[in-house]
Structures are given as C-alpha cells and as structure tokens.
C-alpha cells in the first residue's frame, strides 16, 4: 500500500489575498508566485486538508503543466509522520492545536509523508531498517515541494546524518538538535531539563553534547509509563488526550526542578509536547523550546 501523503494549508484569510479567495477555496499559483485561480473545495471551518493525488498530473515541482499553475505545495514544511494503524478509507482523528499537523500550527503550508513501518515502538526504540524508508520518504516530500523536512517523532534524530546527506534540503528531525545552542545561551551553572516521551531511550548518543561538562547540566525527564505513552504504542492509537499530555509533562517538570533548582531552560524532545508548550511555559515561568520552533527558524532561512 503506498504511503500516505498529504498537503496541509494554513488558514487563508480574504484579507491576504487581492482576490479575497475563501477560506473554501485552493488558491492556484503561476510560476510568478501570483494567484492564478483557484479550485473550489467542500470543507468545514476555515482549514483543510486534502490528498495531493486528487490532483494528478502534477510533476514533482508541483507544476501542472497542462494548465500553466503550480499548486501551491511548493515551498512547504515536509513532515515524515509515524504508522497510526488507521484503517484503510477511515477518517483519522483531527490533529490537536498545536499539533504539526494541525493547519494552525505554522503560517506557512505543510505537507506529510507516512513512514512505512515506523511505529512509535520501533522509532522510539531505534530500528536501523526503518532508515531507507525514511530517506524515501523525505525524498517525496522535497520532490513535491519541501523546503525544509522535519517529523513527528524526535527519536527521528537516529537517522538525522542519513536524512541530511539524502536531501538537498534542511532538515531538522528533533528539537534535540537545538541543544548545543541552547546551553551556550544558558550561564555555566544553568542546566537543561529534556522532556522526552521515554526517558530510557533517550540516551547520551541522541543528545549532540560530547564534552562531559557540558552534558552534566543537561537534566532529562521522560513521561514513560503514562496514559499518552500508553497511548501512542495502541494500534490504532486513540484519538490525542491533551489534558493527559499536560498533566504528564507538568507532574514531570515539577519533579525535575525539585531535583535541579539550576534547571533554567526546558527543550521537549517529544513532537508531540507542543500542543502543552505554552501551559508548560506558563507553569514553569521558565524558557520552553519544542520542534515547531526550530522548523520555524529552518523555514525563515530558506524562504
């Protein structure tokens, strides 16, 4: 079965556009980056999502070369997305604010590829097999138009120099990778605490940090053993708990600073933790960095 691919557009207000096309409405691109039509589409609310093989004949530029348009993926967030174990013609549950797949998240258009046989057991575990079905599957995303990849599990970071060497694109598999930046930042006495799905495979090869001092002040905290953990190794998994999510991350974050009180900063590892990133951060009063920040930063670097 090929793997699913999708095109996640952000809210398209009449107000940015000259044409004032509806949040109901596909806008069209030439190879100028105007607007050159639009397609019609039935939706709910003002978002959607839609399978880019509705619209075939498109090379993988995203040129439709029969009308003269582009659509517009081009120019896109590609995420590499995990096994769900939905049925086959089964609507999947809606993405959670927050989510990176959720259309909200990002002011620029997404588009996602699933893994083939990457569940979160195997990913999170680490299985060198899954990587040429990684590869191939960033390799879609930048033919239909990425121009940054990242993915919804960070235990993705395994195959991080793979993935890189594989694409002529940015890629950022984890926010682990921003830890290297996040201690300089930090005076030598501040630690980092990294909130991580599993905290027993998150071991010191995932981090980056090879000088010992330097991984000394890196605290890490995992919610194994909760109701989301739990969760996301069912087949299919259920729809996302949020609330389950906060009160894992939070009881894990008060435990950690109790241990540390120099715990000045905190990364989460988990793609998942940044639907609970700005009650963390209300709660904690403290800096809170998560995977949508560092596709954000990729993407302003290459747009």
């Known amino acids: 079965m090929p793997a ?4 996640n557009f952000p809210n398209l207000g009449a107000s940015n556009w000259d044409r004032q096309v509806g949040a109901k409405q596909l806008p069209l691109f030439n190879d100028r980056g105007a607007i050159a039509g639009c397609f019609s ?6 978002e959607f999502r839609l399978d880019q093989r509705l619209f075939e004949r498109i090379s993988p530029e995203g ?4 009308s003269g348009m582009t659509l517009h993926s081009s120019r896109s967030l590609g ?3 995990l096994e769900r174990g939905v ?11 927050g989510s990176m797949l959720n259309s909200a998240t990002f002011n620029f258009p997404t588009i996602s590829e699933t893994v083939p046989g990457a569940w979160v057991e195997n990913v999170v575990r680490g299985d060198p097999a899954l990587e040429p079905s990684f590869v191939a599957a960033a390799q879609r995303l930048v033919q239909r138009g990425a121009i940054v990849i990242s993915s919804t599990c960070g235990f993705s970071i395994r195959h991080q120099p793979t993935l890189a060497a594989a694409v002529n694109v940015p890629v950022v598999t984890s926010s682990l990778l921003l830890l290297p ?9 501040a630690k980092i605490a990294v909130l991580t799905y599993d905290s027993t495979h998150c071991g010191e090869d995932l981090l980056g940090v090879d000088d010992q001092a330097q991984r000394a002040r890196i605290v890490i905290g995992g919610i194994e053993g909760g109701k989301f953990w739990h969760d996301e190794l069912k087949r299919p998994a259920p729809p996302v708990d949020v609330a389950a999510i906060e009160a894992d991350v939070t009881a894990c974050v008060v435990r950690l600073r109790a241990a540390h009180p120099e715990i000045a900063a905190i990364l989460l590892e988990c793609a998942g933790f940044p639907m609970v990133a700005l009650a963390v951060r209300r709660m904690a009063k403290l800096p809170v960095y998560d995977i949508t920040d560092l596709c954000r930063m990729a993407m302003a670097s290459v747009s």
């Open 4 to 7: 699913a691919a999708e095109t």
């Open 41 to 46: 589409l039935p939706t709910s609310g003002a």
């Open 63 to 66: 040129a439709d070369y029969s």
């Open 79 to 81: 995420i590499l997305t």
């Open 87 to 97: 049925p086959a013609g089964a609507k999947p549950p809606t993405p959670p604010p």
């Open 181 to 189: 930046t996040l201690l300089h930042q930090l005076p030598s006495a």
